[in-house]
């Protein structure tokens, strides 16, 4: 029998390499970045065309390659970083294994050229697929430029399996800011498309932090300080009131690699305990540099998975770092970063004589629970829609729906829905003659004729809208209360590719939103249900809600959206509600498909009986 065992082509080696190091666009823009800032370069530019599949491009003012250099960059394992297996434990810099600018050639038409500053001639190379096909002397500026084209052109599977353009941008945006954060004395820009995206100039961490994510996130961030012999700890958290219901804004970097660690993250939301709402997550930025010998980071491909020598220690240094600083700054009031360090200006002392005694008109008769106060008070968004919306979203003769016939029982697809709770209610002809409860502002108590049946005001109305925005996007037949004045909505990046990708789905809801420049779209109007929120937080909870859903649920893209615009817009437990509210709300409900099924998979209703009162008195 001839042998069968051979040695692999190097193109072919390097393909297989490049499915653990390449797998999307931001892979390719990851090693790059990182290889400009291991190059020593204080100016980079990324420029992207069809996010990232047509072109990645970095040009970087950093050290440059000698002609042999730049020709061996693109070998298999050759790499400047370390020279033998003990520097594995010393490793300063982000790249060390050789394999990116290989893996990059193998899929991918690339063109670099580089210049060493004391050099009068840079080196071009051009490969296809591993081939070289061009080495030449050229003129070039000093440090590198390389250009990335066709990513995947030579394996069309893989090609196929990357997703949309705004899905792909999000992805090259998260490593970008990655980067931009753990060096922000390094000026960076990112244009897409011909557009800038960002513009960062070199800077201290705080204002880099702001200029990522927005000038509001300058009066959210509390300093983290901790200096110990194991570790040495530095960055910023965000004030437990800012916390928001997805993840995201939670970032780790051990000398000043970015890493995954749900230990760690663990300890900063055990210093965050009873201060967050239920499944909110707090934004952090922490810097931990620690002795590498210490550490391990030939763990992963992409290395950003380490492996400590002391975690407990890390991990408790992290939790009583985090609750110090909240304890020490969560109550004191945030100043510009530029002016943190004097507050005089901002006090203006007006001499004794010039103080007025201010004056207070109010009325004495004022009675605040006089019945028309109350009223109002219990307005709720739901029921603010218009006469021809309840016709269509309510049958006038709902309790017809649910009569049985003795000789024609239940299906089993009704019983399943929930039904069978609606039969009693047969017996309430109109429901004006319901008798209705509302207790602890939270649930709505309805007499049966075999008892009574609890319903959870919150989980009805998202059961109610949900229903209703899935045959909206069906349909496209969202109605859109026009505003008066458009408001101007600006995002941070990432959520600002999430929303165009959207934006279909998101008109058909009702909203009339168009772009209006850089990170920002003009809102015009919303679906009429919900005229009553402001646009900037309906649409933030919306792209909040369905990133949530996205990463806990895969749910597909319209109910996903429907899901998280019901939860954000319905009435929320403690609501009080009137009488009338509590009976457009049962009569939506049970108008419903499934009226006995939560978006969370557990009921709106259950019911008592009295059998079951009887028992638990008579024992």
Request: glycine share 4%; aromatic share 8%.
């Amino acid at each position: 029998m001839p042998d069968i065992i051979q040695l692999l082509p190097d193109s072919v080696a390097n393909q297989i390499a490049a499915g653990e190091v390449v797998q999307r666009p931001a892979s390719a823009v990851k090693e790059l970045v990182e290889n400009a800032i291991d190059a020593g370069a204080d100016k980079i530019q990324l420029i992207l065309k069809d996010s990232g599949k047509s072109l990645i491009q970095v040009i970087d003012n950093g050290c440059g390659m000698s002609v042999t250099d730049a020709r061996m960059s693109f070998e298999r394992h050759a790499t400047s970083k370390i020279r033998k297996a003990e520097d594995l434990f010393a490793i300063l810099t982000m790249g060390f294994r050789g394999e990116a600018m290989a893996s990059i050639a193998a899929i991918a038409q690339v063109e670099l050229k580089t210049r060493r500053h004391e050099d009068e001639l840079g080196t071009c190379i051009t490969i296809e697929g591993s081939e070289v096909l061009n080495q030449e002397a050229c003129s070039a500026n000093p440090g590198t430029a390389i250009s990335v084209k066709n990513l995947f052109y030579n394996t069309p599977a893989r090609r196929n399996f990357l997703k949309s353009n705004p899905v792909e941008m999000r992805h090259i945006v998260d490593e970008f800011q990655r980067i931009a954060l753990a060096n922000p004395t390094v000026f960076f820009t990112l244009h897409h498309d011909g557009q800038e995206v960002y513009h960062l100039p070199a800077t201290v961490l705080k204002q880099r932090i702001v200029h990522l994510f927005g000038n509001n996130y300058n009066q959210r961030l509390v300093p983290v300080e901790e200096d110990t012999s194991i570790i040495k700890l530095h960055g910023y958290i965000g004030k437990p009131e800012f916390a928001r219901k997805t993840r995201g804004e939670q970032f780790f970097f051990v000398n000043n690699r970015f890493i995954r660690d749900n230990y760690l993250n663990h300890a900063v939301l055990t210093a965050f305990a009873e201060l967050l709402p239920d499944e909110s997550y707090p934004l952090y930025v922490l810097f931990i540099d620690i002795d590498p010998a210490k550490i391990d980071i030939n763990v992963h491909p992409t290395k950003t998975e380490i492996k400590y020598q002391d975690e407990r220690s890390i991990y408790a240094i992290i939790r009583s770092a985090v609750k110090r600083s909240l304890g020490r700054y969560n109550i004191t009031p945030s100043l510009d970063f530029d002016q943190e360090n004097s507050i005089e200006h901002l006090v203006t002392l007006k001499p004794l004589e010039q103080i007025v005694q201010p004056t207070i008109s109010f009325n004495p008769d004022f009675n605040p629970f006089a019945p028309e106060v109350r009223k109002a008070d219990r307005e709720i968004s739901f029921l603010r829609s218009t006469d021809e919306q309840r016709k269509t979203a309510i049958p006038q003769n709902w309790d017809t729906l649910y009569e049985i016939s003795k000789k024609e029982p239940f299906t089993q697809q009704e019983m399943h829905a929930g039904k069978m709770i609606a039969v009693e209610e047969q017996e309430v002809s109109k429901s004006s003659e319901r008798q209705l409860f509302q207790i602890h502002n939270r649930f709505i108590l309805s007499q049966i004729k075999s008892g009574f049946m609890l319903i959870g005001q919150q989980a009805a109305h998202e059961r109610i809208l949900y229903e209703r925005f899935l045959q909206q996007l069906e349909n496209h037949s969202g109605v859109s209360q026009q505003s008066l004045f458009p408001q101007s909505v600006t995002f941070q990046s990432s959520d600002f590719e999430l929303l165009k990708e959207l934006l279909p789905d998101i008109r058909a809801l009702g909203f009339d939103i168009r772009e209006f420049g850089k990170n920002t779209v003009v809102v015009e109007g919303i679906p009429a249900e919900l005229s009553n929120v402001a646009e900037h937080a309906l649409l933030e909870h919306l792209l909040e809600g369905f990133k949530n859903n996205l990463a806990i649920l895969k749910l597909d893209k319209r109910d996903n959206l429907a899901r998280a615009l019901a939860r954000n817009a319905a009435i929320k437990t403690g609501t009080r509600l009137s009488l009338e509210e509590m009976n457009l709300l049962i009569d939506q409900l049970f108008a419903c498909q499934m009226p006995n099924l939560a978006l969370n998979g557990k009921p709106v209703i259950s019911t008592f009986t009295l059998s079951e009162l009887a028992e638990r008195f008579e024992k």
